[in-house]
């Protein structure tokens, strides 16, 4: 994610970004980095527990059986 981390700081530069929090653009593109992987377990267990691969991709009912999440 470095490379996605550095242009993430460009683009914070290019709009001047830092300026609306007066914080520098690296340490906000870093927040940004930490924050995104920081929430993708919890949303990950989130839609396991919803028995979904992804929101707009449920899983299969037979794999709901087996976690015993099938509705009965």
């Known amino acids: 994610m470095n490379k996605f981390q550095k242009e993430l700081e460009g683009l914070?530069?290019?709009h001047c970004i830092e300026n609306e929090c007066d914080v520098p653009d690296f340490l906000l593109a870093e927040m940004?980095?930490?924050f995104i992987r920081g929430i993708g377990n919890p949303i990950?267990?989130?839609l396991?527990?919803?028995s979904c691969d992804s929101v707009c991709?449920?899983?299969s009912?037979?794999?709901l059986q087996r976690s015993?999440?099938?509705a009965r």
């Open 68 to 70: 015993g999440k099938a």
């Open 32 to 34: 940004i980095v930490n």
């Open 12 to 14: 914070i530069n290019s």
């Open 48 to 50: 396991d527990w919803h």
């Open 57 to 59: 991709h449920p899983k």
């Open 61 to 63: 009912n037979q794999s």
């Open 44 to 46: 990950k267990k989130t």
